[in-house]
C-alpha cells in the first residue's frame, strides 16, 4: 500500500513539470509596506473572471494559468482601496512577476479608524474560525487562558479544565507547531500581549496531526512587520483580596513581560522574557459517604483550598533569510513553573455505623500539593522555495522537561494539631524527551489547486520515578509503602505520512487529504520491591481521512461541509495503574490497557453577513467516539474514594454552535457565541452497565462600547451550564469581567483595569458542585469555591510605537503531562 502511495505522489509530481504559465506577487499595505495576509485576488481574462485566492501571511499569491492569453489581477481587502492591474501576457513556461502590489486604506477608515475599530473579531476560512486576539481586553496583562475562555468553541470549568465543544481532548498548535505537553501549562506561559489570532480548527485536514477529538487551537503570534527595532514592556499588579475565604496566607498576584525585536533586511531577531505571581484564593466544602458491606461511613468536610502559582521564561529565535528563496530560523524557549496547592480540610462529625460499630470522629487534614516544571525547548526550521513556487519546509524540534514534586498529607487531631494520627510523603520525577521532525512539499499541479505532502516523525521517552513513604507512628521514621510506590517508563514513536489537495474554482472551495500513521506504545512498570515487572504495548497502522467542501452564495454567505477522523492519544499518567494519593478522601489510578479513542466527526457549517458587515456563523456536528476514557470512582477503603481512568464504551455527540458578532454604529460592537449539545453514552465499568444522556451547553459574551478613540470599557460574561457525567453530574458555572481601558502619550501608555469574576455578594460567580454516586456503593458531592471580585491594573508600555514582530517556539511534549 504504502508503495502504491509512493508511485501515485510520483506521478501527481510529474504531472506537475508540464508547460503551464505563472503569475505571482506580493499583497503589501501602501503606507507602511507590511504584509496583508487574506486579501482576496481575482484572475480576470479580457473581464471574465476566472479564478481567485487569498494572500498567504506573507502576503503573497500564485496562479497557474494557460500560457498564450492575456490576463488582469484585481487584489481587494476589507479597509483598503481596491486595484486592478493593467493587461499583460503569459508565454508557455513564463513566470510573470507582478512584484509588489500596494494597498492605499481607504480614506473613510483612515478618518474614523480608531473610533469605528473595523477590525473583525471573526474571519472563515474553508476549515477553521479566526479570531483578533485585539478583541478580547479583559485578557491584557494575562495569559492565554483569559484569551481563550471568550471563544465560541471554548468552556472552562471551576477545576480550570479547559474543553472544546465540550470536550477536553484538543490539540493547540503555537504558530502551526504541535506541542503534546500539558495545554494549561502552555496556555499560562504565554502573555496575552504577544498573541495576534487564534484558530479554531474543528475539522483539521491530513496535514496536521491525527490527535484530538475535538480539533485544534492554533495560537498565532505577532510576525513580521516593519525593518527596525520594538520595545515592549507590560506590568501587572493585583489589589489585596476582597474575600479571603479564611485562608491562611493572603495572595499575591503581580507581573509582567518584555519584549525586544529587532528586523532587518535579513534579519529578524525576537528576545523575551515573562514573569508572573499568581496566586487564588478559594475553600471547599464536601460530603461523602461509602457503603461496605453492612457498613455505613460519612465524612463531610469544609476547609481551604487555595494555589499559589509562580511562572518565568525567557524566549529567544532569531529568522535569517539566506536568499530569496531560502529562510533558517531558530528558537529557544527554557523557563520554570511551580504550582503550589494547598487544602487544609477539616472533616467533622465523621461516623461508621454497622451492627457492630458506631463511632464518631474529625480530624484535620493538612494537604500541600507542590507541581514543578522545567524545561528546554529548541527548534530549528529551514523553508525553501523552488523555480516554479513550489515550497520545501523542513523543522527540527528537541524538548527536556522535568516533571514532579512532592506532596504532603497529614491527618491530625481537632482542635489540638500537635497529635498526628497519620503523615506521609510522596514525591516524583519525571523526566521527558521529545523528538518532532517535519518535512512537507508544497506545489500547484494544476491552476486550481495546490498537493501537499509530507512525513512527520514523532518521538516520546518519558520516565517516571514515584516514591510514597509513610511515618512509622513508632520509630518517626518515614517507610516505603510499596502499594503506591513505582517506576513507569513510556516510549511512543509515530511514523506519518500524508498527502493534502486544497482547491478552489470560482464560488467553491474545497480539500481533500489521507493521512497514514504508524504508531508503536510500550509502557514499561516496575514496583520497588521487585515483584512487578511488567511490559505493555499497543502498535497499530491506521489511514486517517479528511474532506471538506465551501460554496460561496454571493459575497455575504456561505455552506461548508467537512468530515475528518482523529484518535485520541492518553497520558502516561492516565496508564500508571499504581495508585497516587492526592489528598486525604482521594487516590488516582490509570489503566496500562488504555485503548485510545477513535474518532468520526462530520460538520455542517453556515455563514451569513450582512451590508453592515455583522457577521452570523452557525454548525451543526455529529461526533461519534469508540473507546471512550472516563474518570470513574470506586470504593477503596471506608473513608478513601478510587478515581480510575478507564474505557467505559462508546459515545455519539451531537451539537450545534453559533457565533454572532454585531455592530451598532461606531461605538457598541457585541460578541455572541454559544454551543449546546446532547450526548450519548453506552458500555459500562467494573461491571455495571453506563448508560447516560444529557444536554450541555456555554454561551460567551463579549461586548465592548467606545467612549473616544482612546478609551473603552469591555465586559464579557462566561457561562456553562450543568452537565451530566458518567457517574453523577456538575452544576453551572459562570463568571462575569468588566474592563477599563485608556491610551496615553502618543498612544504608547495603556493603562487597563480589570474587575474579574464579579459578585459582590450577591451570585455565586466561580465556583462548582462535582457530584458522583453509585447506589449501594458510595456518594460524593464537593462545592468549589474561588476568588472573587478580583482588581487587577495593567500598564503596557510601547517604546517607539511599533508593532510587535516577535514569534516564539514552545512545548511539544511536557506541557501535555504537567
Partial sequence: MIKRCNVCLIFIYLISLSARGQIKGVVTDESNNAPIEYATIILKKGGEILDGTISKPDGSFLFLVIPKSTFSI?????????????????????????????????????????????????????????????????????????????????????????????????????????????????????????????????????????EGKAGIINILTLKNALQGDYFHVNTLLGAPSVERYENEENVQRYGADITYNTVREKWNFSSGFSFQRNDIS??????????????????????????????????????????????????????????????????????????????????????LRIRKSDFVIASFDYDHRFENSAQLHTSFLYEYTLLGGPTTNRNLMHPDHSIVYQDEYNTNDNPLFGLRINIDYEFQPISIGTLKIGYQLRNLDHKGDFVYERKNNNTQLFELVPEFSSEVNLKRSIHATYLQYNGQFEKWDFAAGLRLENMERNLSLKDKTGQVNEDYSLGFTKFFPSASINYQFKDRASVGLAYSKRIERTTTFKMNPFPEREHSETLEQGDPNLQPEMIDQVELKFQFKTKKRNLYNTALYLRNIDNLINRVNTVYNDTILNRIYSNVGKAKVLGREVSAEYSFGKRLKILFSSNSSYFFIKGSFDNIEVDKKGYVSNYNLNSTYRFSDRSFAQFNFNYLSRRLTAQGEDSQFYSPNLTLSNRFWNDQLTATLQWKNIDMGLMNTNEQRITTQREGAFYTTTNYVYEVDVILLSLSYNFNNRKNTAKFIDSEFGKKEF
Fill in 74 to 210: 484585481e487584489v481587494s481587502f476589507l479597509g483598503y482601496q481596491t486595484k486592478e492591474t493593467e493587461g499583460f501576457k503569459i508565454q508557455k513556461d513564463n513566470l510573470f512577476d507582478l512584484g509588489t502590489i500596494g494597498l492605499q486604506p481607504s480614506q473613510n477608515l483612515l478618518d474614523e479608524v480608531v473610533l469605528q475599530t473595523n477590525t473583525a473579531a471573526i474571519r472563515n476560512k474553508i476549515d477553521r474560525q479566526v479570531y483578533s486576539a485585539s478583541e478580547f481586553s479583559t485578557a491584557r496583562g494575562g495569559t492565554g487562558i483569559d484569551l481563550i475562555r471568550n471563544l465560541p468553541s471554548v468552556s472552562i470549568n471551576g477545576m480550570g479544565e479547559i474543553s472544546v465543544r465540550g470536550s477536553s481532548g484538543f490539540v493547540v498548535l503555537l504558530n502551526n507547531k504541535p506541542i503534546q505537553s500539558d495545554i494549561q501549562n502552555l496556555l499560562s506561559q504565554i502573555p496575552a500581549n504577544s498573541v495576534k489570532n487564534i484558530e479554531i480548527i474543528t475539522s483539521p485536514s491530513a496535514q496536521f496531526d491525527a
Fill in 282 to 367: 478559594g475553600r471547599r466544602e464536601g460530603d461523602v459517604y461509602t457503603i461496605i458491606g453492612n457498613k455505613y461511613t460519612r465524612f463531610p468536610s469544609d476547609g481551604e483550598r487555595s494555589f499559589d502559582e509562580i511562572n518565568y521564561s525567557g524566549r529567544l529565535t532569531a529568522d535569517y533569510q539566506f536568499s530569496k528563496k531560502d529562510q533558517f530560523s531558530l528558537g529557544v524557549f527554557a523557563g520554570k513553573r511551580t504550582k503550589e496547592r494547598t487544602a487544609d480540610i477539616l472533616y467533622y462529625a465523621n461516623n461508621g455505623i454497622s451492627k457492630e460499630t458506631d463511632y464518631q470522629l474529625q480530624y484535620f487534614n493538612e494537604n
